[in-house]
């Protein structure tokens, strides 16, 4: 196996037995990069001069015995997070030039653990989209396939973990944009329970809904980044002090003692491709064999969660996004006559068209005389929609679905056609509205051998319970030694 194949775990063995070096490591995964990333185009930024001093500092700390299971690891990032001394740009012209003096807790606290911060990876501007097309800056391209979509908004992380150029990836999920990116381009990926990990240093979109997670090859090596990025942190008031459990450490023998809910109206979901269909029932019936009972369970009002949503999403980025004036920072129009043409210009020239889509629909929704009638309607089916999780996990340890509706759909599909995008999310943004976890994992192919996701969410800050499912599962089907023919 090349170096650049190596899943985390197994690259944290031969760094700690010292048959390689986190210097040789971090050089094949630029290599790599260099190769095929000009087909792909999941990296906006290649900081390799930082990356092999991050390596030097991880041998020299590897030498003395205080590693961590990420010490020497290569790692992309979601060019959304705060990377001190590294340009930070959303994906966005109006953060073309941004370079932040500070890092997110999450960058903190993988540079702690001795990580290699190899570049920062493409994604659909301010993450607001499902394909990775609405980037300021270039069309990521799935690794599978290069003409379909990687997903969004963090495609370029999974893709460049699919693609073999980095060994894990951080992403963030608002609506599905961790577990639907990840069911694209055939990685694990997982949201974690909102509060779980700081959002210090996120570049917002919807606040109530962001939440940082990790993307890898493997159920182990999500665990092992997780296990590294969570926990309490005082810069974020919403972050919640709970323990962090040892999910690296979690396996289990079988699921006999799993109770796993089937949501009755997932499986007539609009759009339901049959392929995805057929490879989730396929699933099902492996955790049964590992032990674990089915039931049947109801989510009634899981319809009305796509409206919510694109309601309550696109009122908090119109809040956010406000901050972007041309005034503090970022881009600002050159040749303004006046203040508030400043400000009109600098906004249109520096905002795409899906950002400029949400904010108009949020501003909308938040104006005198609709509060009531589209925020305030939207919040309630959200508190409906995690009412009705507390009622299904009364019965159940875990809830499966699919991911997206379809395979990865080819490049160009939806850009014209937002409401054909927005129902992809269909089965992701429950979990965001009800601020529970959910892993995808992946669970088979398409006839065209586009990879398919499996679903797997759980209790609040109960994200072990979903290592143990998908551990047992992923070792029970064996198809994730299969590679992108790149």
């Not at 599905?176 to 996120?202: D, E, M, N, W």
Request: a negative charge; one cysteine or more.
């Amino acid at each position: 196996m090349k170096l650049h194949e190596l899943t985390i775990e197994q690259a944290c063995g031969l760094l700690n037995n010292k048959e390689i070096s986190s210097v040789e490591l971090t050089r094949a995964v630029l290599a790599r990069i260099e190769a095929v990333d000009g087909k792909i185009d999941a990296y906006l930024t290649v900081d390799a001069d930082g990356a092999l001093v991050q390596a030097q500092a991880a041998d020299h700390r590897l030498s003395t015995g205080e590693a961590t299971p990420l010490t020497g690891i290569p790692l992309g990032i979601k060019d959304l997070m705060c990377t001190r001394g590294l340009r930070t740009t959303c994906a966005s012209k109006i953060l073309e030039d941004f370079v932040p003096p500070y890092d997110a807790t999450v960058i903190t606290r993988l540079k702690n653990a001795g990580a290699v911060i190899v570049g920062k990876l493409n994604m659909d501007e301010f993450a607001m989209g499902s394909t990775t097309e609405h980037s300021a800056f270039q069309v990521t391209r799935n690794p599978w396939h290069l003409d379909r979509i990687p997903g969004g908004s963090s495609g370029g992380s999974a893709a460049a973990v699919a693609a073999d150029m980095c060994l894990g990836a951080l992403g963030s999920d608002t609506g599905g944009s961790i577990r639907q990116p990840a069911s694209h381009c055939g990685v694990v990926g997982i949201k974690p329970t909102y509060g779980r990990v700081s959002r210090f240093g996120l570049v917002a979109f919807a606040s109530s809904l962001d939440q940082i997670g990790p993307l890898g090859k493997t159920v182990a090596d999500t665990a092992i980044m997780l296990e590294a990025i969570a926990g309490h942190d005082p810069n974020d008031s919403t972050s919640v002090p709970e323990p962090v459990p040892n999910f690296s450490a979690i396996s289990g023998d079988g699921l006999a003692d799993v109770v796993v809910g089937i949501p009755k109206t997932y499986s007539s979901a609009r759009g339901l491709d049959p392929q995805v269909g057929a490879a989730v029932e396929r699933a099902v019936k492996t955790i049964e064999s590992l032990g674990a009972r089915c039931i049947d369970i109801s989510l009634p009002h899981s319809d009305h969660a796509v409206a919510a949503y694109y309601v309550i999403a696109p009122c908090e980025a119109s809040s956010n996004l406000a901050r972007y004036d041309g005034v503090k920072y970022g881009f600002r129009d050159k040749a303004p006559t006046d203040l508030l043409q400043m400000y009109r210009r600098t906004r249109s020239q520096g905002f795409g068209s899906e950002v400029q889509r949400r904010i108009i629909l949020g501003t909308y929704a938040l104006s005198a005389g609709y509060y009531d009638a589209y925020y305030g309607k939207a919040s309630q089916i959200r508190t409906l929609i995690k009412n009705d999780f507390q009622n299904a996990f009364a019965s159940c340890d875990v809830i499966v679905s699919p991911v997206a509706p379809t395979p990865a759909y080819p490049i160009g599909e939806t850009i014209d056609d937002p409401l054909t995008m927005y129902l992809s999310d269909i089965f992701t943004l429950s979990a965001n509205l009800a601020g529970i976890p959910g892993i995808s994992v992946p669970c088979g192919f398409s006839d065209d051998g586009l990879p398919i996701g499996l679903q797997i969410m759980g209790r609040h800050f109960n994200e072990a319970m979903l290592f143990k499912v998908a551990r047992q599962f992923e070792r029970a089907i064996a198809i994730k030694h299969k590679k992108p023919p790149l």
